[in-house]
């Protein structure tokens, strides 16, 4: 059949089909898209952080060697006259010799003292080898580990040999002496810097390194050879931390221009401004700045350290250029080391990039080791060069006339550069040069404003962003602003602090040492800071008490409990959930805080977060509820009734929609069972034996055989396609499990049961696994075990026995946690596993002695021995042993006598709903486990752990978490400010979302053309195949070519175009259940799978019927209470004999609303339940008034109708608007029979139409008591569909045939047999539907084959 695949993808659609087209597609809002969904619950992958300095060091003595024996011109140079002369700015020989040399010598001293003025200076002037030794001895002595710095003047002496020597003088000044750098190395050890300033001076780089090589070698031999003389002697320093500075390559002399200083390479290093601007006036483009000579730059204004004056601000500009080239220009941790690591190593190497510039240009090329790639032809230098000439063109004004001094536009024309780059860049790009511009930048208030916003905009950008600020070391200027009080500075500066702390949360120990946490508690406090930055300053508070005892004692003096509890009830849900994650931090594990939210009753205020309509924020008071049950400081009876009072409105949250809270409450019940360690015990021993002597009626054995879906082991059906390990359903270990348990169900309920004893403890009767720790992938309690006690909970008479004492507090939670075992959501299910079977496990063993030392008196505590049980058990109405010890460790109540087994019938427990969530992502259990024999105790302390404070109980506490927090925490890491993707109008996901909306409105133009014009036939097989297993739900896809399939407890995936199977996968609900009901979300656009199981289970799928495994989105219980006497697993053929009487079990039946995101739900029960996808929540029970199951439900948004079929018959109509008694507004009585469809018509004057098993269809008018209409159709009806639009109805039936009628009751196609196949006769109908659009019917039946029909070719 060819259909609209042509016109899908023909590029030629006319422009008028392009202006028609709908969009009502785009106001449909999506379910389950959010990134709750779409992501795995864990926090980002911590980037390693480099950029602190992890050995910070200063450089604490310097060595001040000059030879310059003023007045005797060593032999082996040969000077120029005129000749450089002046040393420190100083001319020689204006004064005598000795003056001379010591006036240049305290000059350097003050050179240097500028840049590092707090280290120990010496002076060497002229010395002997003798003095240096001693001098170097001696610093290196003091310096300790510290810096020494070594700088060496050779100008009056000979160049430095090729041997590696330099020279110094004999006493008397006769000789020139050598003085080999191995020594040198020796005396200076490391770290250590040298400055050499002499002609040649690469040679001693060279030599140096040589040397350093050498002494490596000989340390090697040392260590191998015990007898070398270097093993006795104490090991020579290494020289890998030594920096060495040299004026010149070892091939090249000084310059010796008279008009520069004869220590040029000294002066660019301790003088730069004086010898750059000198440098300036010397070249030729200096004539274009007039009146500016060098006597003139003598004369600049104000002081090098003040940024306001002339000076100061050419200073802060020259550290801004050499700073930004540095860092664009060398590697990373070469610039870290350089110049991040001690300012006078940082002062010297931004000198050295002028010194490079200047002296090149004098062809002399001076070096440094570690070598940097030259910088003299950067970019940045022409900046320099414009601020130069901006403000020395001033300077004759400035000086004759007094005019006031005009800031240069340097800092603003760069942030300007730093914004285009922001502006208008690609994601992918190198980063911004000016970067540590903006550094700089900060420092002034004039442009503070501006650079902190460009700051911000730039560490939005994601976590690399973070990582490149803070290693250009953005840190601790960061950390200095916040003792500023300019309010302008607060929103700035909290968005720069919670980014910084969302990539690295090491950072908290920094702000809580300079105060720094002060400052976000009064942005949180103050109430006309916007939401948004508040939610910053406790997102920055929560990291900062986040298992961080200093900061939690900080925070907690700060008030900072009171300060959030205010804030519990702000509109804005991301504080709400951030200040709830900040309250369960700082109280996690600190007592004292737990006290103080005590006394602020915290846990009565965060109640009212668990029925938040975001699932976040119930998710963050889960957490923070759970933390503080969680604290392991005695207990006293009020904390315990505090603890009971918190576990019990936690225990409400069992049936909550998202899963990602329920896996959040097992966490926090785990806390509680880590605390009352021995009470669970005896709870968890209580229901093992209830377990094993009460044989539960399991749906797997109720069964007749004939009802049973035939195994699937024929090879002819292909094998289930696994489903990744993300969702994995447990459906690899359970199957194994699974088959196992049942052979010893079947086997131990026929030969009667299995004897309790301590030694075949854990031969459940349902249960096949080997007792062994929970590490193994064997369970003490299976999934089985779990299942059926939960179900024996209900049936038993166990919650009689308990009574209302404390410990039914226990009983509560081990039901919950049972409910949570048997979850739809694996992630959940596997948390609450590894809880119970923690605790089966330590009760077992703790059991196991007192069994022992007991069995001697048959007392309510002794194991019930085979002989004696069967009595037992009736006599006590199924009374659990209760070890000898009180049953209640808190209460020294005396057990209450059980009550006689015919007493009292069992009632159902509080909590039987079962409940979904997500998994831990480390979650192990300890491996050793403490054995103790004592029993539960009755102390205080709520396990036996007061000798063995690390024990197990510490390290489940730690280790049982969910991602959560971390995961929240990452939104602050992401861009804040970016357009999401989906609103980007050039996005792919954009694009492609457009191609979806145009297919659909071609769908539905197309379809509508066909059903105007009438059908008249519907019988032309299109489609046939054999289905993999018995079809028992079918749904087409609105808009694609594809048909979901399911059977039992799996569905298949078909395209009817192509007539290929795309897919097939297990559903992942329990044996003994069905797929009743399945639904597309989202289909006009990303489309999910509903299915509905008839235990109450909604799961919800993604990624199906395509190339990719599918992936389960969520699950949940959605109908929390099924009779379990109506379910089985019969399917509908052999049920629809019962329908008549009303018994058999509807299953669950939903109905789903796209528009209000409103999915109904019913089945087995006496409501109609609604639940908000949005929040996934449920938001209305609808009481249906009626004493049978809901077979069917419709719904239409616009009139808030939702229309029911029931069991008895009736079809009621409910408009959701009003109160619950009085919703109910029409009962229509007419049918006698199960109800099998009735469908509610969307238009507003749209009727219901109803069908029931004896066939008759009614047509009721919303308004009138009775029907407007009636048609009798096939008896024994199965299945029935009704077409949306072309006014269709197909009915199938249990004998093999399927009718179709239009509406005045027309049979226009009756279908008894296959095309070609040799005719073969169809089997019983087992379901059929249309497509909501096409004119195509899709039936199921019971010979596992699925056809589709259509119109006659003609019309398509």
Same mark, same amino acid.
């Given at each position: 059949m060819k259909m609209d695949s042509e016109l899908l993808h023909s590029p030629a659609v006319c422009l008028a089909e392009e202006e028609e087209a709908d969009t009502s597609d785009w106001n449909l809002p999506l379910a389950f898209m959010k990134k709750r969904h779409s992501e795995k619950i864990e926090g980002s992958k911590a980037l390693a952080q480099s950029w602190r300095m992890k050995d910070r060091m200063k450089t604490v003595s310097v060595a001040l060697v000059l030879c310059l024996?003023?007045?005797?011109?060593?032999?082996?140079?040969?000077? !120029?006259?005129?000749?450089?002369?002046?040393?420190?700015?100083?001319?020689?020989?204006?004064?005598?010799?000795?003056?001379?040399?010591?006036?240049?010598?305290?000059?350097?001293?003050?050179?240097?003292?500028?840049?590092?003025?707090?280290?120990?200076?010496?002076?060497?002037?002229?010395?002997?080898?003798?003095?240096?030794?001693?001098?170097?001895?001696?610093?290196?002595?003091?310096?300790?580990?510290?810096?020494?710095?070594?700088?060496?003047?050779?100008?009056?002496?000979?160049?430095?040999?090729?041997?590696?020597?330099?020279?110094?003088?004999?006493?008397?000044? !006769?000789?020139?002496?050598?003085?080999?750098?191995?020594?040198?190395?020796?005396?200076?050890?490391?770290?250590?810097?040298?400055?050499?300033?002499?002609?040649?001076?690469?040679?001693?780089?060279?030599?140096?390194?040589?040397?350093?090589?050498?002494?490596?070698?000989?340390?090697?031999?040392?260590?191998?050879?015990?007898?070398?003389?270097?093993?006795?002697?104490?090991?020579?320093?290494?020289?890998?931390?030594?920096?060495? =500075?040299?004026?010149?390559?070892?091939?090249?002399?000084?310059?010796?221009?008279? &008009? =520069?200083? $004869?220590?040029?390479?000294?002066?660019?290093?301790?003088?730069?401004?004086?010898?750059?601007?000198?440098?300036?006036?010397?070249?030729?483009?200096?004539?274009?700045?007039?009146?500016?000579?060098?006597?003139?730059?003598?004369?600049?204004?104000?002081?090098?350290?003040?940024?306001?004056?002339?000076?100061?601000?050419?200073?802060?500009?020259?550290?801004?250029?050499?700073?930004?080239?540095?860092?664009?220009?060398?590697?990373?941790?070469?610039?870290?080391?350089?110049?991040?690591?001690?300012?006078?190593?940082?002062?010297?190497?931004?000198?050295?990039?002028?010194?490079?510039? %200047?002296?090149?240009?004098?062809?002399?090329?001076?070096?440094?080791?570690?070598?940097?790639?030259?910088?003299?032809?950067?970019?940045?230098?022409?900046?320099?060069?414009?601020?130069?000439?901006?403000?020395?063109?001033?300077?004759?004004? %400035?000086?004759?006339?007094?005019?006031?001094?005009?800031?240069?536009?340097?800092?603003?024309?760069?942030?300007? $550069?730093?914004?285009?780059?922001?502006?208008?860049?690609?994601?992918?790009?190198?980063?911004?040069?000016?970067?540590? %511009?903006?550094?700089?930048?900060?420092?002034?208030?004039?442009?503070?404003?501006?650079?902190? &916003?460009?700051?911000?905009?730039?560490? &939005?950008?994601?976590?690399?962003?973070?990582?490149?600020?803070?290693?250009?070391?953005?840190?601790?200027?960061?950390?200095?602003?916040?003792?500023?009080?300019?309010?302008?500075?607060?929103?700035?500066?909290?968005?720069?602090?919670?980014?910084?702390?969302?990539? &690295?949360?090491?950072?908290?120990?920094?702000?809580?040492?300079?105060?720094?946490?002060?400052?976000?508690?009064?942005?949180?406090?103050?109430?006309?800071?916007?939401?948004?930055?508040?939610?910053?300053?406790?997102?920055?508070?929560?990291?900062?008490?986040?298992?961080y005892t200093t900061g939690q004692e900080a925070c907690l003096q700060g008030n900072l409990i009171a300060i959030c509890l205010e804030q519990l009830s702000d509109p804005h849900p991301l504080l709400r959930q951030w200040v709830a994650i900040c309250l369960g931090r700082i109280w996690q594990n600190f007592d004292s805080a737990r006290w103080c939210g005590v006394r602020d009753s915290a846990h009565e205020k965060l109640y009212s977060l668990l029925s938040d309509p975001i699932p976040e924020v119930r998710c963050a008071a889960v957490f923070a509820l759970g933390t503080f049950v969680g604290n392991s400081a005695e207990r006293t009876d009020h904390s315990t009734t505090i603890d009971h009072n918190v576990a019990m409105m936690l225990a409400q949250l069992i049936n909550d929609g998202s899963p990602v809270v329920r896996k959040e409450l097992v966490v926090a019940l785990s806390h509680l069972v880590v605390q009352y360690e021995s009470n669970f015990c005896t709870v968890a021993l209580q229901f093992m034996e209830e377990e094993k002597n009460y044989p539960v009626p399991s749906p797997a054995n109720t069964l007749e055989p004939c009802n049973l879906t035939p195994v699937r082991d024929s090879p002819a059906i292909p094998r289930l396609r696994s489903v990744n390990s993300y969702t994995n359903i447990r459906a690899a270990t359970t199957a194994r499990n699974l088959n196992k348990s049942l052979q010893n169900l079947n086997l131990n309920e026929e030969g009667g049961p299995v004897t309790f004893s301590p030694g075949n403890l854990s031969t459940s009767s349902s249960a096949s696994s080997t007792l062994g720790s929970p590490d193994n992938d064997e369970y003490i309690l299976s999934f089985e075990t779990i299942d059926k006690m939960r179900r024996v909970s209900s049936y038993s008479s166990l919650n009689s026995l308990i009574g209302v004492s404390f410990n039914s507090v226990y009983t509560q939670i081990w039901r919950v946690l049972l409910h949570l075992a048997a979850d739809p959501f694996p992630e959940v299910s596997d948390l609450a596993m590894k809880v119970l079977n923690s605790i089966a496990y330590k009760a077992t063993m703790n059991a196991r002695p007192q069994r022992i030392l007991d069995s001697g008196s048959l007392t309510q505590s002794a194991p019930a021995s085979p002989t004696s049980k069967g009595a037992h058990i009736h006599q006590a109405g199924g009374s659990p042993p209760m070890p000898s010890a009180s049953s209640s460790s808190l209460t020294n109540e005396v057990p209450k006598p059980p009550i006689r087994g015919g007493e009292q019938p069992p009632t159902r427990p509080p909590y039987t709903p079962t409940l979904g969530g997500q998994a831990p992502h480390s979650h192990q259990f300890p491996r050793t486990r403490k054995m103790f024999d004592k029993g539960p105790s009755g102390s205080e302390q709520a396990g036996d752990d007061a000798d063995d404070p690390g024990g197990h109980k510490a390290y489940m506490n730690a280790n049982l978490s969910t991602g959560l927090c971390d995961w929240s925490a990452k939104y602050f890491a992401q861009p804040v400010m970016k357009i999401p993707e989906e609103h980007d109008v050039e996005s792919q996901v954009r694009k492609e979302r457009e191609w979806r909306f145009l297919r659909n409105a071609r769908v539905r133009k197309q379809s509508q053309r066909i059903t105007q014009r009438g059908v008249t036939r519907l019988d032309d097989q299109i489609f046939i195949n054999r289905n993999p297993g018995v079809p028992s739900v079918v749904k087409f896809h609105p808009f694609n070519p594809c048909i979901a399939v399911a059977d039992k407890d799996s569905i298949c995936f078909w395209d009817w175009e192509k007539a290929e199977r795309l897919d097939y996968f297990y559903n992942g609900n329990p044996r003994y259940t069905r797929i009743t009901a399945m639904e597309y979300l989202n289909g006009h656009d990303y489309s999910l799978l509903l299915t509905a199981t008839d235990d109450g289970a909604l799961r919800i799928w993604k990624n199906f019927a395509d190339q990719r495994n599918p992936e389960m989105v969520t699950a949940w219980q959605g109908l929390s209470d099924m009779l379990p006497t109506t379910r089985g697993l019969a399917r509908r053929v052999s049920i629809c004999l019962d329908r008549s009487k009303g018994q058999g079990g509807a299953g669950m039946v939903v109905d789903w609303e796209q528009e209000t995101g409103l999915l109904m739900t019913s089945g087995d029960v006496r409501v109609i339940r609604i639940w908000d996808t949005e929040r996934e929540m449920k938001v209305q029970d609808i009481p249906t008034g009626a004493d049978s199951c809901v077979t069917c439900l419709s719904c239409d948004s616009q009139r808030s109708l939702i229309a029911a079929g029931l069991g008895d018959g009736s079809v009621r109509l409910y408009d959701r608007r009003m109160g619950a008694n009085e919703c109910r507004v029409m009962t229509y009585r007419e049918h006698s029979s199960w109800v099998v469809k009735a469908h509610l018509q969307k238009q507003t004057d749209g009727k219901i139409i109803s069908v029931s098993v004896d066939g008759d269809v009614r047509f009721f008018e919303l308004r009138s008591p009775d029907s407007v209409n009636v048609l009798q159709t096939v008896k024994g009806l199965t299945a029935l569909d009704i077409h949306p639009q072309a006014n269709l109805f197909a009915c199938g039936s249990m004998n093999q045939f399927i009718a179709v009628y239009n509406s005045n009751g027309d049979v226009i196609s009756n279908i008894k047999y296959y095309d070609g196949f040799m005719g073969q006769r169809i089997g019983a109908i087992s379901c059929l539907a249309f497509h909501p659009y096409w004119p195509h019917l899709a039936v199921g039946s019971n010979d596992y084959y699925m056809s589709i029909y259509s119109a006659e070719k003609r019309l398509r």
């Open positions: 024996n003023v007045g005797v011109d060593p032999p082996d140079v040969v000077k !120029t006259s005129p000749c450089a002369r002046l040393e420190c700015w100083i001319d020689p020989l204006s004064m005598s010799p000795q003056k001379a040399l010591e006036t240049i010598g305290a000059n350097l001293q003050k050179q240097y003292e500028n840049w590092q003025p707090r280290a120990r200076y010496k002076q060497s002037l002229d010395p002997t080898v003798d003095e240096v030794k001693k001098l170097c001895t001696s610093l290196r002595r003091n310096a300790k580990e510290e810096r020494v710095l070594f700088h060496y003047n050779g100008h009056g002496v000979p160049r430095p040999t090729v041997n590696g020597e330099i020279w110094v003088f004999n006493k008397n000044y !006769t000789q020139y002496i050598p003085l080999s750098v191995y020594d040198l190395q020796t005396w200076m050890g490391s770290p250590s810097i040298f400055v050499y300033d002499c002609s040649n001076a690469g040679i001693i780089v060279k030599s140096f390194k040589q040397f350093a090589l050498q002494r490596e070698q000989e340390l090697e031999v040392a260590a191998i050879n015990p007898n070398h003389p270097l093993a006795q002697m104490p090991l020579p320093p290494s020289m890998k931390n030594c920096i060495q =500075l040299a004026a010149c390559e070892a091939s090249e002399l000084l310059p010796m221009n008279p &008009d =520069l200083p $004869a220590d040029l390479f000294t002066s660019c290093l301790t003088t730069p401004i004086k010898i750059a601007l000198r440098w300036f006036c010397m070249q030729k483009s200096a004539k274009l700045v007039p009146g500016v000579t060098l006597d003139l730059i003598e004369k600049i204004p104000g002081r090098l350290n003040d940024r306001r004056t002339p000076l100061g601000e050419l200073n802060w500009i020259f550290t801004a250029i050499t700073d930004t080239i540095a860092w664009n220009v060398l590697p990373r941790d070469l610039f870290q080391k350089l110049f991040r690591q001690d300012l006078l190593v940082a002062s010297l190497f931004r000198n050295f990039l002028l010194a490079e510039r %200047i002296m090149r240009s004098y062809n002399c090329t001076p070096v440094s080791s570690p070598r940097l790639p030259p910088t003299y032809m950067h970019a940045m230098w022409q900046a320099w060069d414009l601020a130069v000439d901006i403000c020395l063109s001033q300077l004759p004004t %400035i000086i004759e006339e007094g005019t006031a001094f005009r800031h240069s536009p340097f800092f603003a024309e760069q942030l300007t $550069a730093f914004q285009v780059w922001l502006t208008m860049g690609v994601e992918n790009r190198n980063p911004p040069e000016q970067l540590p %511009i903006v550094l700089q930048v900060l420092l002034s208030q004039v442009h503070r404003l501006r650079a902190l &916003d460009l700051l911000g905009r730039f560490l &939005d950008l994601g976590p690399w962003a973070v990582s490149l600020a803070l290693s250009v070391g953005i840190f601790p200027y960061v950390l200095k602003l916040l003792q500023s009080s300019a309010r302008e500075l607060r929103p700035l500066l909290v968005f720069i602090w919670a980014k910084i702390l969302a990539v &690295d949360s090491s950072c908290q120990a920094d702000l809580v040492k300079d105060n720094g946490h002060k400052y976000f508690l009064s942005v949180l406090a103050d109430p006309y800071m916007p939401a948004e930055h508040r939610t910053m300053a406790v997102f920055i508070l929560a990291v900062i008490v986040n298992s």
